[in-house]
Each structure stands twice: as structure tokens, then as C-alpha cells.
């Protein structure tokens, strides 16, 4: 209970941000749920061309929360009186908004052939904390494999698990993390076309290679996932694709 009243004092001071994708942004990352309790949607890359946003790629299936979406804390106004669920942990839900993207955690030394991108290779010290009650909530630690802390059997990243090859992390409740309201949310492999997630973005292997190696440091990339009729009320406010550029993932 006192995560959740921290939760909802802090949210109410994240709510003066300007709703719209920073000028210096030219790749975004767009996907599109057919509402708030969809485990399934689609996802397309969209580059800045001549000041207007174009597709970079076709469109492709992607998996969320099993329980669905709620609203999660980016680079948005975060809704504290929404008729829609607020992101929470273990909710199973995947967070709306806009959504830096940032570092690429994998446990290869390399990534795949044409990406250039910041990255790091995990190895046995790395962990994830989602546990709220410790103070490194929802950051990337690394610890003494010899002399580990007692929480690092629970919080470590994975190693040689295929769908965590590659985690691209989407920033969620990231900047002054809010202990409870969500932790540890990427872009990965899928586990299969029907599995749902604990509130990453899934897609299959092929597709997460087109989207590592299209990501640019310097485009300043962004994600944004909303149900439909959320974009379709936002995305002149927000600056996003117009619906007849998105026509392809609203459909």
C-alpha cells in the first residue's frame, strides 16, 4: 500500500510534461492495440522525411501484457484520474505513452550484423531490479559474481535464454523510478505467436533484428504504444503519423 500512495504523490508531479515527440527525434517506433485489454497488435518503424513522418517498414504482429495495457510514464502526461488502469508491477499489462528507447542489453558480444547502437553484454554480475522494496528499482546493476547480494539469485538478467537474446530497453518510469509502478519493460523475442508477456513488446527473431539494425543513436528513437482510439484522438497533439500515414497498424 505505501508503494501505491508514493506512487500516486510522485505521478502527480510528472504530469507538466509537454505531450508531443522532441524536435530532435526522427525514428519512432509506433504500435497500435485494438484497445486497452489486447494482448495482440502491430508495430511499424516511421522515419522523419522532408519534416513529415513516413513508414521505414511494413508493418508486424507483436505481443503485450497478458492482462493487456495501462498507462505507463514517459515522455507523456501520465493520466492520474484516467478511466483506464495505470501501470503497476506484476499487473501483466504493457505501458501507454511515449517512451524513450534506450540501451540494448544482450548476452552476444556483438550485435547482429549493420546495427549501430549503444549496447551492453550481459554476464553473470548484471541484474534487472523489480523488486520495489530494494533501492535500485527498476535500474541495471552490476554486482560481485564472487559475493553476490542475497536478492541476486531473483533479480539477475538472464543468460543464454533465446527470447532475451536481445532486450532493447523501452524507458518506463525511468527517470526517478516510482517504486511500484512498473519495472523492467523491453522489446524482445517472442516465446511463441500466441504468448503473451509480463509487459515487454514481443515479435518474432527476424523482426527484432530489422528493428536493432534500423535504430540510430542520433535519430533520438522513441516508442509509442496506444490502444486505437487513444491514437486516433492523440496523434496531431502528440506530433505522430497522421491516421492515413498509420493507415497500415490502425486498420
Given at each position: 500500500?505505501?508503494?501505491?500512495?508514493?506512487?500516486?504523490?510522485?505521478?502527480?508531479?510528472?504530469?507538466?510534461?509537454?505531450?508531443?515527440?522532441?524536435?530532435?527525434?526522427?525514428?519512432?517506433?509506433?504500435?497500435?492495440?485494438?484497445?486497452?485489454?489486447?494482448?495482440?497488435?502491430?508495430?511499424?518503424?516511421?522515419?522523419?522525411?522532408?519534416?513529415?513522418?513516413?513508414?521505414?517498414?511494413?508493418?508486424?504482429?507483436?505481443?503485450?501484457?497478458r492482462?493487456?495495457?495501462?498507462?505507463?510514464?514517459?515522455?507523456?502526461?501520465?493520466?492520474?484520474?484516467?478511466?483506464?488502469p495505470?501501470?503497476?508491477?506484476?499487473?501483466?499489462?504493457?505501458?501507454?505513452?511515449?517512451?524513450?528507447?534506450?540501451?540494448?542489453?544482450?548476452?552476444?558480444n556483438?550485435?547482429?550484423k549493420?546495427?549501430?547502437?549503444?549496447?551492453?553484454?550481459?554476464?553473470?554480475?548484471?541484474?534487472?531490479?523489480?523488486?520495489?522494496?530494494?533501492?535500485?528499482?527498476?535500474?541495471?546493476?552490476?554486482?560481485?559474481?564472487?559475493?553476490?547480494p542475497?536478492?541476486?539469485?531473483?533479480?539477475?538478467?538472464?543468460?543464454?535464454?533465446?527470447?532475451?537474446?536481445?532486450?532493447?530497453?523501452?524507458?518506463?518510469?525511468?527517470?526517478?523510478?516510482i517504486?511500484?509502478?512498473?519495472?523492467?519493460?523491453?522489446?524482445?523475442?517472442?516465446?511463441?505467436?500466441?504468448?503473451?508477456?509480463?509487459?515487454?513488446?514481443?515479435?518474432?527473431e527476424?523482426?527484432?533484428?530489422?528493428?536493432?539494425?534500423?535504430?540510430?543513436?542520433?535519430?533520438?528513437?522513441?516508442?509509442?504504444?496506444?490502444?486505437?482510439?487513444?491514437?486516433?484522438?492523440?496523434?496531431?497533439?502528440?506530433?505522430?503519423p497522421?491516421?492515413?500515414?498509420?493507415?497500415?497498424?490502425?486498420?
Open positions: 500500500m505505501r508503494y501505491l500512495i508514493l506512487f500516486g504523490f510522485l505521478l502527480s508531479a510528472l504530469c507538466l510534461k509537454a505531450d508531443a515527440i522532441s524536435p530532435q527525434t526522427e525514428q519512432i517506433v509506433i504500435s497500435i492495440a485494438p484497445d486497452w485489454n489486447s494482448s495482440r497488435g502491430r508495430l511499424q518503424l516511421f522515419e522523419k522525411r522532408d519534416r513529415e513522418w513516413a513508414p521505414a517498414s511494413p508493418p508486424w504482429d507483436v505481443l503485450y501484457g492482462n493487456g495495457l495501462a498507462w505507463g510514464i514517459g515522455e507523456h502526461t501520465t493520466p492520474t484520474k484516467a478511466t483506464h495505470l501501470k503497476c508491477e506484476s499487473d501483466k499489462r504493457s505501458p501507454v505513452g511515449i517512451f524513450k528507447i534506450g540501451k540494448i542489453f544482450t548476452y552476444d556483438t550485435l547482429p549493420g546495427a549501430d547502437f549503444p549496447f551492453h553484454t550481459m554476464s553473470h554480475a548484471d541484474a534487472w531490479i523489480d523488486d520495489p522494496s530494494l533501492p535500485n528499482y527498476n535500474r541495471h546493476v552490476r554486482v560481485d559474481p564472487q559475493n553476490p542475497a536478492w541476486f539469485e531473483k533479480q539477475r538478467m538472464r543468460l543464454n535464454d533465446p527470447p532475451h537474446r536481445w532486450l532493447i530497453e523501452i524507458q518506463h518510469n525511468t527517470e526517478k523510478p517504486p511500484g509502478a512498473g519495472s523492467a519493460i523491453f522489446f524482445h523475442i517472442q516465446r511463441g505467436p500466441k504468448i503473451p508477456t509480463a509487459g515487454c513488446t514481443v515479435m518474432s527476424p523482426r527484432i533484428r530489422d528493428l536493432i539494425t534500423w535504430l540510430r543513436a542520433d535519430a533520438a528513437p522513441h516508442y509509442i504504444l496506444l490502444p486505437r482510439s487513444e491514437y486516433l484522438s492523440r496523434w496531431k497533439s502528440w506530433g505522430l497522421s491516421p492515413q500515414a498509420a493507415k497500415q497498424i490502425l486498420d
